[in-house]
């Protein structure tokens, strides 16, 4: 392996505070994780790392791609090791990271994957795969058995239980955790870190349907076992992490002194909140900071609905005003305008016990305007149809029980996502580039007549009950003209 390229060849070359904390080559596997993305390496895998330091346990996480083999490529290439920078108006500072032990590609390495599951050493399986990752049916919440990537993952589990080669992240963990049934029947926990509601709970839900729709012989049996020896935590977790751009890989470059083709960046605040509902022997993660408490909904709604929910909102009024980042909208005369008085308007479905909504507005007003954090409103924006069921539709329908108004914010974040979703013509997309699986229903809905775009599009959320909102989607649908020229009206 070159010198110029990070890895254990070139960590001598590293400046002593960029070093990592741990000696990579200690590293043994016993988390899996499916996600090797940008916030893996900048959050769960920084906190796995503080956990070997404090213990001396050298826990190596193998982290498993879903779709993208290159990464696993670039991963094995560095030894798996990568750079974080933390990033802030004062500075920044990048340091390598030793937490990986390896790397698997979902399908390429489905045997290796399945054995690493069903092995003693492992006690532990955490997921970033985003809202698309749990191909749930937007109505009913539910696994969807009709998409075509599970459909065709059940038809290759019934014919061969035990060694299908299966696509998706939901029938890959039901197919191993089966057979780690069949094995050693050893506890496992499997950690969902997902931007959803009761994501721990959501992701037992998707399991337990495949393995019920699969209907093997032992179905039943594993079932059992899925309820009294595998826990699903709920978890919160929170780092803005950027995707990572050329002018990051060039950064880490200049400052490190070797290429670093995994180099990511993030904001100086991390959380990760987790529910104490674990099965087997876990990762020390409090030493990195991590907070185990015995309900986290107080925490994941907050942000989920105060976070994520504003996040969404400037990213689609932002691209409507011309703006590129977030730091960009905080640095109108708007951009903490809008924070301030959408978490005012969401705070009435927080439950008691949380943080104080309007302090964490003030901190979100802070952490969005970090302008050394080049966070893309196209990033950002992408995949609405998953995210915003999550971030809006809930708290809208919250609002309607308790038979509170829509504010104006959220009014306008609506008409700004429905803005967003026009067709562009000469990109075949939507109308800022964003992406989404949805993207030709979305369209559809702009067909025809303008009056009832809003509840088309709706509905397509899966949120029939707010399309029939007259007061609401005519609202909406009076602040689109504004938008589509480039006017952001907020009250």
């Known amino acids: 392996m070159s010198e110029k390229l990070l890895g254990l060849a070139s960590l001598n070359r590293l400046d002593q505070n960029a070093r990592p904390l741990v000696d990579p080559r200690e590293l043994r596997p016993q988390v899996v994780h499916f996600g090797l993305g940008a916030f893996h390496r900048a959050h769960q895998a920084v906190y796995t790392e503080a956990a070997s330091e404090a213990t001396g346990q050298a826990t190596g996480i193998v982290a498993v791609a879903p779709r993208d083999a290159s990464v696993v490529q670039r991963a094995r290439e560095q030894d798996y090791l990568f750079s974080v920078t933390t990033r802030s108006p004062g500075g920044s500072q990048p340091r390598v990271v030793a937490a990986l032990s390896g790397a698997l590609h979902l399908s390429h390495d489905a045997a290796a994957l399945d054995t ?116 699903f ?38 959380q990760w909140v987790l529910q104490n509902a674990f099965r087997a022997a876990r990762p020390a993660w409090e ?30 009024l932002g691209l409507a005003a011309g703006c590129r980042t977030i730091a960009d909208v905080l640095a109108t005369d708007w951009g903490a305008t809008f924070v301030r008085g959408y978490a005012a308007e969401v705070a009435a479905t927080l439950p008691n016990g949380g943080p104080d909504p309007l302090r964490y507005a003030e901190s979100l007003v802070a952490r969005f305007s970090n302008n050394a954090i080049h966070h893309e409103l196209r990033q950002i924006g992408s995949d609405g149809s998953l995210k915003l069921p999550q971030r809006w539709v809930t708290v809208l329908r919250d609002l309607r029980e308790q038979a509170s108004p829509v504010g104006p914010n959220q009014t306008l974040a609506l008409a700004a996502w429905a803005h967003a979703t026009r067709p562009d013509a000469s990109s075949g997309g939507q109308l800022f580039g964003t992406t989404d ?44 003209p504004d938008l589509a020229a480039g006017h952001v009206p907020l009250q």
């Open 116 to 231: 690493l599951i069903r092995s003693a050493e492992v006690s532990t399986i955490t997921l970033t795969v985003t809202e698309k990752g749990y191909h749930r049916d937007p109505a009913s919440g539910r696994l969807n058995l009709a998409d075509p990537r599970i459909a065709a993952d059940l038809d290759l589990s019934r014919k061969n239980p035990a060694d299908a080669v299966v696509g998706t992240v939901v029938a890959r963990l039901a197919v191993s955790l089966a057979n780690r049934l069949r094995t050693i029947g050893a506890p496992i926990d499997v950690v969902s870190c997902d931007n959803l509601d009761g994501n721990g709970s959501v992701l037992a839900g998707v399991v337990r349907e495949f393995v019920a729709a699969a209907g093997w012989a032992d179905s039943d049996k594993v079932l059992d076992w899925l309820d009294t020896s595998v826990g």
């Open 287 to 316: 030493h990195g900071g991590a907070q185990f408490v015995d309900d986290v909904a107080s925490y994941q709604l907050t942000k989920l609905r105060l976070l994520n929910g504003s996040h969404s909102g400037l990213a689609y």
């Open 437 to 480: 699986p949805a993207t030709a229903a979305l369209a559809g809905c702009w067909r025809g007549s303008p009056s009832g775009v809003v509840a088309r599009l709706l509905n397509v959320l899966g949120a029939a009950d707010l399309a029939e909102d007259a007061d609401l989607t005519r609202s909406a649908e009076a602040l689109l």
């Open 233 to 270: 935590p709920s978890t919160v977790v929170d780092r803005i992490v950027p995707a990572t751009s050329a002018a990051d890989l060039a950064e880490a470059a200049a400052r490190l002194g070797v290429q670093d083709g995994l180099a990511v960046a993030g904001e100086p605040y991390s």
